[in-house]
T-cell receptor
Framework: DGGITQSPKYLFRKEGQNVTLSCEQN?????MYWYRQDPGQGLRLIYY???????QKGDIAEGYSVSREKKESFPLTVTSAQKNPTAFYLC????????????FGPGTRLTVL | AQTVTQSQPEMSVQEAETVTLSCTYD???????LFWYKQPPSRQMILVIR??????QNATENRFSVNFQKAAKSFSLKISDSQLGDTAMYFC??????????????FGKGTKLSVKP
């Protein structure tokens, strides 16, 4: 089955620790995205990548970092510099970035204690 | 900057009836796309329908259809014959086609739809 997987589904970390969220897709999509969702809010873009070894900041990139070493993978690291990291994180991908529909993974709920 | 507004935080509808969810957006772009996504309790975002701004014809997908009014910058979603499985948060989203930040989705805050038996 083709799709987007995110792991883990729930993640707990202590304040001050970096944590990496996994996102993998086997859809052969070129573009991948990370979004953050807070209660009562829509999604906000953190980072996106149109091709391997290239990525751009979204609207709320501060305190986050990403890498895109493989087409299939786009991990997101939430660093200790992120002031309010507790949120629901969604990864998405699309065939190309410009005008293609984005398809989403199941999400990871991160709670920082 | 583009903004998307969903003015109905919550709505409810009886099973088998029709409901319309509202969305307005603000942009100076002429080439863009509009989407409705559904987020059920599982929290996975699921594409419902997509509209290209250059197309005058309203998009339809089975029981889901849109009323796209480009001049008014309005993009409403109509759900016909509502089913219990339609219960979810519905998000309207905008994506410009060209220029900086192309391909990035701008989301509204969502409308929580409850379908009652």
């Amino acid at each position: 089955d083709g799709g987007i997987t995110q792991s883990p589904k729930y993640l707990f970390r202590k304040e001050g620790q970096n944590v990496t969220l996994s996102c993998e897709q086997n859809l052969n999509h070129d573009a991948m995205y990370w979004y953050r969702q807070d209660p009562g809010q829509g999604l906000r873009l953190i980072y996106y990548s149109q091709i391997v070894n290239d990525f751009q900041k979204g609207d709320i990139a501060e305190g986050y970092s990403v890498s895109r070493e493989k087409k299939e993978s786009f991990p997101l690291t939430v660093t200790s510099a992120q002031k309010n990291p507790t949120a629901f994180y969604l990864c998405a991908s699309s065939i190309q970035g410009t005008f293609d529909t984005q398809y989403f993974g199941p999400g990871t709920r991160l709670t920082v204690l | 900057a583009q903004t998307v507004t969903q003015s109905q935080p919550e709505m409810s509808v009886q099973e088998a009836e029709t409901v319309t969810l509202s969305c307005t957006y603000d942009t100076s772009e002429s080439n863009y796309y509009l989407f409705w996504y559904k987020q059920p309790p599982s929290r996975q975002m699921i594409l419902v329908i997509r509209q290209e701004a250059y197309k005058q014809q309203n998009a339809t997908e089975n029981r889901f259809s849109v009323n796209f009014q480009k001049a008014a910058k309005s993009f409403s979603l109509k759900i016909s014959d509502s089913q219990l499985g339609d219960t979810a948060m519905y998000f309207c989203a905008f994506m410009k086609r060209y220029g900086g930040s192309q391909g990035n989705l701008i989301f509204g805050k969502g409308t929580k739809l409850s379908v009652k038996p």
